[in-house]
């Protein structure tokens, strides 16, 4: 089955720590995003690509760092200089970066900060 | 920048009910509009889209028709069921070139009682 993983979960970390999310995509989608969701904020764009190799950072990509290696991986880095970072966040891929794409979501993963 | 604003939740209705979600957009040029579905814990699901003025979307029974002289994308159903209960987000694309960047509204929190 066509689809996007996300890995973990549930990811809990401490202060002072970096932490990665994967986001895994057989879709064969050249276009994938990152957004972070906040109960009643609906969802904020953190990062995005178009294609392999390229990211352009969105609204709020302060505190966070992603690679795109290979066209099927697109993992998020929070780093410890974001200063809010438990949330609930959610991958994105599309097949291309026109307007009209249908971007498709992967089950999140929750991170929350001890 | 393009923006979007959803009716507040929760809106809670008895199952048979009749369901509008009002959704209105301010945007320059003329960009596509989405409706998702959040279920508990999961992801985000396209419910249906509209690509330009007067098109109407549809699926489930869920059907939005894009008004470029209201500026509005309101969802509507003719008898909701306790399975519809979840999170619904009107989304409209960014409108800053061909980036498929989504503007999402805060989510409409949808509770269908027996």
């Known amino acids: 089955d066509g689809g996007i993983t996300q890995s973990p979960k549930y990811l809990f970390r401490k202060e002072g720590q970096n932490v990665t999310l994967s986001c895994e995509q057989n879709?064969?989608?050249?276009?994938m995003y990152w957004y972070r969701q906040d109960p009643g904020q609906g969802l904020r764009l953190i990062y995005y690509?178009?294609?392999?190799?390229?990211?352009q950072k969105g609204d709020i990509a302060e505190g966070y760092s992603v690679s795109r290696e290979k066209k099927e991986s697109f993992p998020l880095t929070v780093t410890s200089a974001q200063k809010n970072p438990t949330a609930f966040y959610l991958c994105?891929?599309?097949?291309?970066?026109?307007?009209?794409?249908?971007?498709?979501f992967g089950p999140g993963t929750r991170l929350t900060v001890l | 920048g393009n923006s979007v604003t959803q009716m507040e939740g929760p809106v809670t209705l008895s199952e048979e009910a009749f369901l509008t979600i009002n959704c209105t957009y301010t945007?320059?040029?003329?960009?596509?509009l989405f409706w998702y579905v959040q279920y508990p814990g999961e992801g985000l699901q396209l419910l249906l889209k509209?690509?330009?003025?007067?098109d109407k979307g549809s699926n489930k029974g869920f059907e939005a028709t894009y008004r470029k002289e209201t500026t509005s994308f309101h969802l509507e159903k003719g008898s909701v069921q306790v399975s519809d209960s979840a999170v619904y987000f009107c989304?409209?694309?960014?409108?800053?070139?061909?980036?498929?960047?989504?503007?999402f509204g805060q989510g409409t929190t949808l509770q269908v009682k027996p």
């Open positions: 989304a409209l694309t960014d409108g800053s070139g061909n980036t498929g960047k989504l503007i």
């Open positions: 945007a320059t040029g003329y960009p596509s």
């Open positions: 509209a690509t330009k003025a007067d």
């Open positions: 994105a891929s599309s097949t291309g970066g026109a307007g009209t794409d249908t971007q498709y």
């Open positions: 690509s178009q294609i392999v190799n390229d990211f």
């Open positions: 879709l064969n989608h050249d276009a």
